[in-house]
């Protein structure tokens, strides 16, 4: 089974910068890439970022030119740089494989506040 721990969340002021982290275990079998997700109080969970072994990424809209994901296969770490941050940005950060892990790792608290 996969494991996630993701880490790096906190309080920032809007225009702020977080980079978020996470640290996978477990079978990396058939992984084609790595997401991250994240959900608002009272909202579902959204797709924020992807990187596939190739290196190729792809962003959601509300992120694009703000976000950036990054993976480091030698130390099994997917990162997420985040600049520009607004108070949308506030929510529980996940990440996950591509495919699906079939499980969630805690999370990582992001608030975006003045």
Same mark, same amino acid.
């Given at each position: 089974q996969v494991q996630f721990v993701e880490s790096?969340?906190?309080?920032?002021?809007p225009g702020g910068s977080l980079r978020l982290s996470c640290a996978v275990s477990g079978s990396r079998f058939n992984i084609a890439g790595g997401r991250w997700y994240r959900q608002a109080l009272d909202k579902q969970r959204e797709f924020v970022a992807q990187i596939l072994n190739s290196g190729s990424t792809n962003y959601a809209d509300s992120v694009k030119g703000r976000f950036t994901i990054a993976r480091d296969n030698a130390k099994n770490t997917v990162y997420l740089q985040m600049n520009s941050l607004k108070p949308e940005d506030t929510a529980v950060y996940y990440?996950? %494989?591509?495919?699906?892990?079939?499980?969630?790792?805690?999370? %990582?608290q992001v608030t975006v506040s003045s």
């Open positions: 790096g969340g906190g309080l920032v002021q990440c996950n %494989t591509l495919p699906f892990s079939g499980s969630w790792g805690q999370g %990582t």
